[in-house]
């Protein structure tokens, strides 16, 4: 069965993230803006995933105060749909409450149906809309955020997810 292996970001892994980023992404950050994210700002927090030494996704928030914003998240496409994204939501919620978050958000497109699935699945409700957000396409933006992080209700959504990822990839 096949290991994953979570761990924080580091600038060294810069060059795997670009891959990622340019793959998944209309728009993809430039590998100056997660050199920024990874050095210089301290809100950030960033995950990624290894599956036989190679990244094949990472994600990350923002720590900002008692809220934890999900800033990003990608998994490269041959390994999409395993569970990798759900095993680093898991990792970075948990974080989020480390940090003191009571609740997440995200800003997700409108279109991105893969992405909201995900995030439904974790119990983020619409709550917004940000019209023409996205300077690309003028695509709007879905506001979600989930309930409190300490709540049953959203404990209990993330220990299922838990034992889906525990029963698809083997404990590192
Ligand atoms: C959105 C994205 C990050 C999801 O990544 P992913 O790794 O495929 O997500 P997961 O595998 O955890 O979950 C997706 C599906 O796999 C299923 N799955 C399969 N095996 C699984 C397992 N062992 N554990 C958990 N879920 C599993 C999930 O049920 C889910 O099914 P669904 O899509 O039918 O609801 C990915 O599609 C991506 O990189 N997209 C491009 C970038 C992007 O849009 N990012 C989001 C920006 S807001």
């Not at 600038?11 to 950050?29: H, K, M, R």
């Not at 994600?59 to 395993?82: K, S």
């Not at 997700?108 to 992405?115: G, I, L, T």
């Not at 809309?129 to 992080?149: K, S």
Request: no cysteine; charged share 20%; net charge negative.
């Amino acid at each position: 069965m096949r290991a994953l292996v979570l761990a924080p970001l580091t600038v060294a892994d810069l060059g795997e993230v670009a891959v990622i980023e340019n793959v998944s992404f209309t728009a993809p950050w430039p590998t100056s803006a997660y050199t920024t994210e990874l050095t210089t700002n301290r809100l950030a927090r960033y995950v990624g995933a290894r599956i036989n030494g190679t990244l094949v996704g990472f994600g990350g928030i923002w720590l900002m105060v008692d809220e934890a914003h999900v800033t990003t998240m990608a998994v490269l496409p041959a390994n999409r749909r395993t569970g990798v994204a759900t095993a680093l939501l898991l990792e970075l919620l948990q974080e989020a409450r480390r940090g003191g978050a009571r609740v997440a958000t995200l800003d997700v497109r409108v279109s991105n149906s893969d992405a909201q699935r995900l995030y439904r699945a974790f119990g983020f409700a619409e709550v917004g809309r940000r019209i023409r957000y996205y300077d690309d396409n003028g695509e709007d933006a879905l506001v979600m955020t989930t309930a409190e992080l300490e709540s049953p209700t959203q404990l209990a959504i993330e220990a299922a997810l838990r034992t889906r990822v525990e029963e698809g990839f083997a404990r590192a």
